[in-house]
């Protein structure tokens, strides 16, 4: 559960970083009259940085989605079991008065 959880966070803050990066790692857009090379590389940047991040934030949601699983299933165990300690002493109970 811990390891889930950490890497969520992981994951999380990675793709937050990714996305503040933008200005740093793709850079301006290049000028109306530039050369075809330049949009060509600013073209790859650019498509690097959106599959780089639609990765990223996949990942992400595929981690807390595990997560989120696993805290449920927690959860309808703990439900389970308090449920059977609530009904347990109600049992013995009504046995011994029918025995009478």
Same mark, same amino acid.
């Given at each position: 559960?811990r390891r889930v959880r950490s890497v969520t966070s992981a994951l999380l803050t990675f793709s937050? #970083?990714?996305? #503040?990066?933008?200005?740093?790692?793709?850079?301006?857009?290049?000028?109306?009259?530039?050369?075809?090379?330049?949009?060509? /590389?600013?073209?790859?940047?650019?498509? #690097?940085?959106?599959?780089?991040?639609?990765?990223?934030? #996949?990942?992400?949601?595929?981690?807390a989605y595990m997560l989120f699983r696993r805290i449920r299933s927690e959860y309808e165990n /703990?439900?389970?079991?308090?449920?059977?300690?609530?009904?347990?002493?109600?049992?013995?109970?009504?046995?011994?008065?029918?025995?009478?």
């Amino acid at each position: 559960m811990r390891r889930v959880r950490s890497v969520t966070s992981a994951l999380l803050t990675f793709s937050i #970083l990714v996305m #503040l990066s933008y200005p740093f790692t793709v850079g301006k857009s290049p000028a109306s009259g530039s050369s075809r090379h330049e949009v060509a /590389e600013f073209a790859v940047r650019m498509i #690097l940085f959106v599959v780089i991040a639609v990765l990223a934030w #996949l990942a992400t949601g595929i981690s807390a989605y595990m997560l989120f699983r696993r805290i449920r299933s927690e959860y309808e165990n /703990e439900v389970v079991k308090n449920l059977t300690t609530l009904v347990a002493p109600e049992a013995g109970k009504r046995g011994d008065a029918d025995s009478d």
